[in-house]
C-alpha cells in the first residue's frame, strides 16, 4: 500500500531554535498534504493544508509564521517551527491522500515527537 | 468542529467482538464514513471506510443504516494487540479531503 513518511521520528531541541520536518509521499504523487499535531491523550488537530507550489491554508489559531510549510514538490512537504518553545513540544503527524477513484484513502507518516528544552 | 461523536472509551476482554457506534447526523451526500486506528506515538492507521449498507474486510465490518446518520465498527474476537483509539471521521470522497479528528474511542482490550 501506500506510505508516507516523516523525518525525523523525533527531535530535542533548544528553546529558541527552529526545527524542520519532513513527509514524503514514497511511492505517490501528493498535490496535498495535511499536517496536524497531537498533544498527550488528545486527539489530532488538524494545523494545516499543504498545497504543492501554492501558499498553505492555515487553521483559524495556527500561527503561519510560526510553523512554516512548504510543500516544493509532488512528494514532499515539510513544516517548520521556528523559534520553538517548550509549548509547541508535541507530537507532529502529517498525512496525504492519493489521487484517484471513489476509495479514497489517507495516509498517515508515523509521526514526529519534538520536545522542547 | 468535528462532524462525529463518539463513546470515549470501552472495555472488553480478548476473544469478544467489539461495536463501536459512532454519530453523524450531518453527514453530507457526498460524504464517505473512516475508520482509523492510533496506537501511542505512531500516525493513524486506516481500518475501514464505506458508503451505505455494509462493508467487510480482513480486519473489521462497517455497518451504515439507509439513513447513514450513523455508523458501527465491528472487530470480531479482538486481541491485546487492539487496545488502542478509535477513529471516526466523514469526509467527501475526493483527493483532497481534509479529516477533522473528534475525540476518538479509546478501546482497552483485557486479557
Known amino acids: 500500500g501506500a506510505v508516507v513518511s516523516q523525518h525525523p521520528s523525533w527531535v530535542i531541541c533548544k528553546s529558541g531554535t527552529s526545527v524542520k520536518i519532513e513527509c514524503r509521499s514514497l511511492?505517490?504523487?501528493?498535490?496535498?498534504m495535511f499536517w496536524y499535531r497531537q498533544f498527550p491523550k488528545q486527539s489530532l488537530m488538524l494545523m494545516a493544508t499543504s498545497n504543492e507550489g501554492s501558499k498553505a491554508t492555515y487553521e483559524q489559531g495556527v500561527e503561519k509564521d510560526k510553523f512554516l510549510i512548504n510543500h516544493a514538490s509532488l512528494t514532499l512537504s515539510t513544516l517548520t517551527v521556528t523559534s520553538a518553545h517548550p509549548e509547541d513540544s508535541s507530537f507532529y503527524i502529517c498525512s496525504a491522500t492519493r489521487p484517484g477513484g471513489e476509495d479514497t484513502e489517507a495516509f498517515f507518516g508515523q509521526g514526529t515527537r519534538l520536545t522542547v528544552v | 468542529l468535528a462532524k462525529t461523536t463518539q463513546p470515549i472509551s470501552m472495555d472488553s476482554y480478548e476473544g469478544q467482538e467489539v461495536n463501536i457506534t459512532c454519530s453523524h447526523n450531518?453527514?453530507?451526500?457526498?460524504?464517505?464514513i473512516t475508520w482509523y486506528q492510533q496506537f501511542p506515538s505512531q500516525g493513524p492507521r486506516f481500518i475501514i471506510q464505506g458508503y451505505k449498507t455494509k462493508v467487510t474486510n480482513e480486519v473489521a465490518s462497517l455497518f451504515i443504516p439507509a439513513d447513514r446518520k450513523s455508523s458501527t465498527l465491528s472487530l470480531p474476537r479482538v486481541s491485546l494487540s487492539d487496545t488502542a483509539v478509535y477513529y471516526c471521521?466523514?469526509?467527501?470522497?475526493?483527493?483532497?479531503?481534509?479529516?477533522?479528528f473528534g475525540s476518538g474511542t479509546r478501546l482497552l482490550v483485557r486479557p
Open positions: 471521521l466523514v469526509a467527501e470522497g475526493d483527493s483532497s479531503y481534509k479529516l477533522i
Open positions: 450531518n453527514i453530507a451526500t457526498n460524504d464517505y
Open positions: 511511492d505517490f504523487q501528493a498535490t496535498t
